[in-house]
């Protein structure tokens, strides 16, 4: 008999390629997504799919109920760090409630582990690299709500015994990226407004830097925690090394599309001008490191978005404060 792994948003970017990695491994697999911002065409073949929200605490309990599992990878969430100032509610209720509803169950159905995918995020503006050791202060909705739910796994790990780790990537990027989200993910958000004959827009002065991850380094050592026992109850940074700045990334995007590199300049946003972390504890742990490039990560990016094409980002439709909103996303 299987290993019986739940994934949540595994019909999301970082999820489907999380499953198949798990199916590759001997895992029997369900996803649950809401479609939110996956689609179906990322489920693997070989995974049961189920349409539901983690927010629907019924839905959630009758699936553990149904399959007992083993693991839980919670990757479920609406990561969008810049806007989740701007959506308080929806944020805590999909990032923070969801979660919650995960852990009660794992709690009482008997999971064996439960990995959850945390961010960055919860570093804030913090000394770099940053470190496992450094003090969150996350600085927006999004990494709060993150960092809530890493203190709520440890606390559930001391009151009831339930196994975690927990992984805070950043800036992932590759293959089956939603590429027609224009709230987050830079390079998706450049490669599709390339493919639209349109300029890319950057905030401020591009001076902005990040270690952009290609998911090919990321989703295996995440996929092969739950049967690394020496990192059970720990916290793990995950990606890549190098920060390039905003306004190189863009070059990089136009070589790989194959044309000249048009930028259009949009105010400067609030938000962490300077984020990447190092990797010491995962290489030693799980003795892999990122190893892709940023410009052959970018060529593999595009090759595939060239196959589905460009996509129309959605409007979100409930912006909840509109005081400071950047002008581009505010509603047409």
Known sequence: MGKSTLVTGGAGFMGSHIADELLKRGHDV?????????FIDNVPDSARFVEGSVVDDSLVNRLFEEHRFDYVFHLAAYA??????????????NN???????????VNFGVKCFVFTSSIAVYGAAQLPMTEETPPLPEDSYGIAKYAVELDLKSSREMFGLNYVIFRPHNVYGER???GDKYRNVIGI?????????????????KQTRAFSYIGDVAPVIAVSVETPHAYNQVYNVGADTPYTVNHLAHVVAQAMGLECKVR?????????????????????????????????VRRMVEWAKTVGARTSKEFENIEIEKNLPP?????
Do not use: C
């Open 190 to 206: 450049f490669i599709n407004q390339l493919m639209r004959n349109e300029p890319m827009t950057v905030f401020g002065d591009g």
């Open 96 to 106: 923070l409630i969801g979660s919650v509803n995960l852990i009660n169950s794992s």
């Open 328 to 332: 581009s996303w505010v509603k047409r």
């Open 265 to 297: 300049r949009l105010d400067a946003r609030n938000e962490v001008m300077h984020a990447f972390s190092s990797h010491e504890k995962a290489v030693r742990d799980f003795r892999v490191q990122a190893a892709t490039s940023l410009e052959e990560g």
């Open 80 to 93: 969008a760090e810049g806007l989740s100032h701007f959506i308080k509610k929806f944020n805590y209720e």
């Open 30 to 38: 369900v996803v649950l997504d809401d479609l939110s911002g996956g």
């Open 177 to 179: 990226q939603n590429i």
